[in-house]
């Protein structure tokens, strides 16, 4: 019994240590925002403001710049999740119920973009947008951003799971395919569209790389390129911890809102099978 207490603290403290250097920066970065300029250079680790101030978020509410930020984002983040979780569940479901020649070597295709970094594919990108003429678009910021082989993967392996015979009945009934995917299989599949949607809306309001080589105007700035130029100090002088601290801070709400209240319900990869 010594022995299993022992084994339960030392497992404990080593998720406690773990969880604990993962969130101070985190806590940090609160902390500056609310800092003083001067406060912030002198005590840059302090976790308690002294005096405390909301100078540097009244100072992002009459910035025009951090607003277009906002709107690029939410433009660029909204078109590429909605559209990237239907197109990304078709092919998924094309590739899990429709028998063609060359299936298996786009499977595996597939898979193997899966293990490219994604920094490797960017100039391939930047020289086929250029080539498209969507360069400085939303075009070109959208686009390229459609198709995710990881969620081709996810969607393909969850109907997989969902057995044929639910589909049997709909096709003897003379349901078109698309008509099948959509009326039946599709809403079985919410446990893996909404893990889907998380990570499509993460990764797309994250999104750098992309972005800085599919535009250079200032008006398409999204969120992640205008605070890494105010953190560069492209955008001003002066250290101004506190304002880009409060930036960094007001751009991880909606990734943080959005996955607290999905959390329950992130795929499980036998949920919405029917057993046969």
Known sequence: MRRHRLGHVITYSFLIALAIVYIFPFVIAIATSFKTEPNATANPLSL???P???AAFHQLRYDN????WVKNSVIVTLSVTFLRVFLDSLAGYALARLRFRGRAAAFATIVAVMAVPGVVLLIPKFLIIRQLGIYDTYYGMIVPLLVDAAGVFIMRNFFESIPVSVEESAR???ASLFRIYWSIVLPMARPALITLFILSFQGSWNELGHFIISAQ???LNTLTKGVAQLASGQLGSGNRYPLKLAASVLMTIPV???FFIFQRRIMNASAGAVKE
Do not use: E, K, M, Q
């Open 172 to 174: 003897i009934d003379g």
């Open 256 to 258: 943080a809102v959005l």
């Open 48 to 50: 308690i403001p002294h």
């Open 65 to 68: 710049d951090f607003f277009l």
């Open 52 to 54: 405390p101030t909301t």
């Open 217 to 219: 105007s200032t008006s």
